[in-house]
């Protein structure tokens, strides 16, 4: 079954580096190869789940000498557990229905070759992350996914913003892979000098690491996932990624690559559990549970700003990226990874969803470009419909079921309180989404008249992810649960089951009355501040381009620059010329009074032998001789005195 | 006790029979680039028979041990061990390529055959200096390098070539006058040998003297190489240097002679001084990495393409010496991965830095920008140079960054753990600067509309040549990046040796 595991990987990685080399002579730019791949990759997916779940959901594990450091063999791993399948069949799946769809969506664009390439080696990456039981793969895949990332949201990189958005998402998740570098080299000893992270998972559950290397390397290692997941406050980068093409959008910086900070804590889940005491019973709040919840609602906050489509996605993303952070650090793992793959599914469909809209309309802005959509793009309309539905979770739709579960386990955990933080998202999701799904759909047209529906590579792609949005949902039918024993915890249900609700009526109430956040902004002191504190997007991005990156450019490298030239080289030239002077002095000295002859002859055969190569370069050559004669000089009587 | 292996004499006599044949077979028979080349490939090829021979835990292999001047008791003493091997068949690697690229790109002014002559001269000092196992010897031919370098750089270099040949030439004699003061002082403070072996094997019985003077000794040595490779605040010739230099001479500045100053200090400083390397191991950690945020920030500042590349030459390099200064076979490996790696990725963006100028006349980063709009393949390899300089795993940059971070968790015993534990922090924050300096540096050139320079300007895409040489570089980063065995393997048996040794009780 290991060559299943891997064939998904290596038959990905042959796949880019072909469609990069010869992908041009293909008729359709090479995204024929990388269809058929990846219908390879889904059929490989899926019998790999299979086979997992005929053999009683044993791990599939193998590994092999990979080098030797400081005396310490490193095995190369991979371990393939349920949190790996469910990684793999929804990389697989989203990524064949987001090929399917950029082969009709990039098929005019003069680079599609490359994009479609680079979503190959994304798949490879993001595969061979999942399956990987040691920490360096981990990295491996982890960073090359970053790349990828950069490559794709700077595909059209004739645009100076584009470029922009793809050195700040590269740049910000590269501030929080300092965490990522310095948590597995710390982990490494923690792990008695292993990267296994099947070895390290075990030591801590049975705590054999000192709580201060464990402490401090789960700390690390959460700083590379606040960065990678967009949480809270380094998601900064992730509404502006959203400049790279839209299927790209629904892959990478929806469905797969931001998660994969989630699955970094669910993959070493015992580590964090004991590093926080998670599962102690106490429902202390952690450093993780508290991110998670601040993400959920400041991003659902922005979200109701946005009138670009893809912005309001994005920040849905985010948002929703937070609830799997809360709920693993609030002892939900398995609502985490459950919430991940309905989130994969149905914010993917809205991705593609998105991008079909924007094509027919030419443009994203939702004030000017939309409006009352529902009739001339069906389709489109019944996916995007399908999919919010299951994203904000009305019951029966999958969200709920991911959400239930999570209360079921955090209650299980003791941390009720928080349950009040999936509440509060769930109305604020329901909310934007209402909001954004009307101001599509529904209302007046705005823009071009004459809007003609997406072709059916588009629609029926993005059909088959809202379907499979749908479908996911019922998965809690098999998901192993605690007893629900707390009296709390149905209550909570219920409330999870009314509150979307809610936030659809509150969207539709303020829509009839004319309530917006600017109208209240307009009338209301307090208003106004929030909304000023909102529509700067809590001054983040000020401060990190305005204050901290120009600070390093503007002000620390010239400060630097400047040392060098006018202290440290300035010195150095000074030193040059005083010492040319003293040399000239002694030497005239010197050959006047004793040496004379010799050095004239000596010194006229190797002018004479160097004028051969260079006659301008002699002389001074000799020069520095002198000079270097004196530093050795100096440099003894110094050596002398010390030894002295 | 004489001993000589025929392929450790090779690598020094089949360049100097290139270089005699340079000089001797008349122009227009067979070109001299060819010939150049030739004998580049031929000392590969030695060195490929060394790799194909050398045996990971047979101790120095290939030795040449025969008397030399008996009056000081030094002998012409050469052997490969762990340590050299890789840094050895990287430089011999890259001369073949350089070799390669001068069949088409030989310099227009002055002789061809002096240009070809003291590349050979070069690769002679070079691999003299991995081989040396005598002081004196090792200083001659580190010494030996200096000297066709400086007429490369000074007969062949850009405007500032004369001011840049001598800075690089004064600042390198100086390093090497204080260097030879201490290698003196290890003769005679010690048992009135030059024998490295002999001085790291009884190390600490090397320097009969006290740890006082084995620091004031080490700090001499410390002088040499750091102007070598460089260290901060002695690497103010590099700039300037390797933008001057011709395309040829500042690959090979960069991948092969900066590497000298590293292996100086590990093939000599550390083990021949022990105490005294422990003694300074916190200062050289922190001076690893004030240069690591240094250069970083200094390439910001940077507005010429090959003077950025440059400086982050200074970044890369203090990796090496905070690998140095944890004194751990972990920190060893590291180091000599970083500079291995260092070796092929730099000079990979060298070339392609030359490339541009040869197409556009300038370096200007201002005047660059949309070089993929006119030339994607060229700026493409630059892409690749990049990502792999900023120490992306999977590709080879990435080795000796993450050693090195790995290895100051934990440094050698009695050395400071906690500072050490800072140093570990500030160079892993030096990974981000790594990225903003290349990736802005690779936006200005790559991205964007066409700039100043390429208006209206037609040029060639990658030539075969340039294909010929960048490919099996690019194809060779990838390979040590995804199997590092291919190098641990052969270094970790002899630096847990040399730390041994290094640390033996008295």
Known sequence: MTWLALGAPALMTVSFLAVLLVGKRFRNGGVELGLGVNVINVVLAVALAAAWNANDKISIEASTHWFEFAGKAVDAAIRVDGLAIALIVLVAVVSLAVNVFSSAYMKDDRRKTHFYAVLLLFSAAMQLFVISDNLLQLVFGWEVMALCSFLLIGHWWEEKHNVAAAMKAFLTTRVSDVGLLLGVAVLFYGANFS???????????????????????????????????????????????????????????????????????????P?????????????????????????????????????????????????????????????????????????????????????????????????????DLHASLPFTHASFLVSSLCLVGVIPFSAFWSKELMVVEMTDAGFMPFIWVLVLGSVMTAAYMARMYYLVFWGARRGSKIVRESPPAMTISTGVLALGAVLVGFGAIFIDRPQLHASGGWLAILVEAIFPLLGIALAV?????????????RRFKFARAAYHVLWNRYYLDWLYEHVIARTVRKGLSLVVHWFDMRIIDAFVDSFGRASVKVGKALMNRLERDVVDGTVNAAGGASMRAGGLLARSQAGRVQRYVAVSVTAMVLAAMVLMWVVQ | MTNVSLLGLAALVVPLIGLAAVLIVPEGKLRTPVLGLIGFGLTFACGLAMLVQYKPRGGPQFEVNTSWIPSINSRFHLFVDGVSLPLLLMSMAMFVAVGIYCLTRVPKTGSARAFVGLLLLLEVGVNGTFLAQDLVLFFLFFELVLVPMYFLIGIWGGKRRQYAALKFFVYTVFGSAVMLVGFLAVY???????????????????????????????????????????????????????????????????????????????????????????????????????????????????????????????????????????????????????????????????????????????????????????????????GFGVVASLGIPGLAGFWGEFGAILASFQPADGLPVHLFRVYMVIAAVGTVLAAAYLLWMFSRVAFGSVGEALKGVQIRDLTKTEAVVFVPLMIAIVVFGVAPALILDVVDPSTTMLVDTMFAEQ
């Open chain 1, 509 to 521: 109430v303020c829509f009839k009355l004319g309530i917006g956040a600017v109208g209240l902004a």
């Open chain 1, 195 to 269: 990267f296994s992270v099947t070895a390290l998972n075990e030591a801590a559950a049975n705590n054999a690491v000192s709580r201060a290397v464990l402490v401090t390397g789960a700390v690390a290692l959460f700083v590379a996932v606040i960065g990678k997941s967009a949480q809270f406050p380094l998601h900064t980068w992730l509404p502006d990624a959203m400049a790279g093409p839209t299927p790209m959008s629904a892959l990478i910086h929806a469905a797969t690559m931001v998660v994969a900070g989630v699955f970094l804590v669910l993959r070493l889940y």
């Open chain 2, 188 to 382: 005679f403070l010690g048992d009135k040998t030059f024998s490295i072996p002999e001085l790291s094997a009884g190390a600490s019985h090397a320097v009969s003297a006290t740890v006082g003077v084995q620091t004031a000794v080490f700090a001499a040595l410390l002088i040499g190489f750091a102007v070598k490779l460089p260290m901060f605040p002695l690497h103010t010739w590099m700039p300037d240097a390797h933008t001057e230099a011709p395309t040829a001479a500042s690959v090979l500045l960069a991948s092969v002679m900066l590497k000298l100053g590293g292996y100086g200090l590990i093939r000599i400083a550390l083990p021949v001084l022990p105490e005294g390397a422990k003694v300074f191991a916190p200062m050289l950690g922190l001076l690893g990495v004030v240069a690591i945020i240094y250069g970083a920030l200094g390439c910001l500042a940077q507005s010429d393409l090959k003077r950025l590349i440059a400086f982050s030459s200074l970044s890369h390099m203090g990796f090496v010496v905070l690998g140095i200064a944890t004194c751990t076979p972990a920190g060893l490996n590291a180091a000599i991965y970083a500079m291995f790696a260092h070796g092929l990725i730099t000079g990979l963006l060298f070339f392609v830095a030359g490339g541009v100028q040869h197409r556009l006349h300038t370096r200007d980063l201002a005047k660059l920008g949309g070089l993929l709009n006119v030339a994607p393949r060229l700026s493409w390899v630059l």
């Open chain 1, 271 to 371: 580590v964090f559990d004991s590093a926080f005491g998670i599962t102690d019973g106490s429902g202390t709040a952690n450093v993780i549970v508290i991110i998670g919840a601040v993400t959920v609602v400041i991003a659902a906050l922005l979200a109701f700003l946005q009138h670009d489509i893809k912005k309001v996605l994005s920040y849905s993303t985010v948002s929703q990226l937070g609830y799997m952070v809360l709920a693993i650090g609030a002892g939900a793992p398995m609502a985490a990874l459950f919430h991940l793959v309905v989130h994969g599914f149905s914010k993917a469909a809205l991705f593609l969803a998105a991008g079909s809209i924007s094509r027919s309309v030419h443009g994203y802005d939702l004030r000017r470009d939309m409006g």
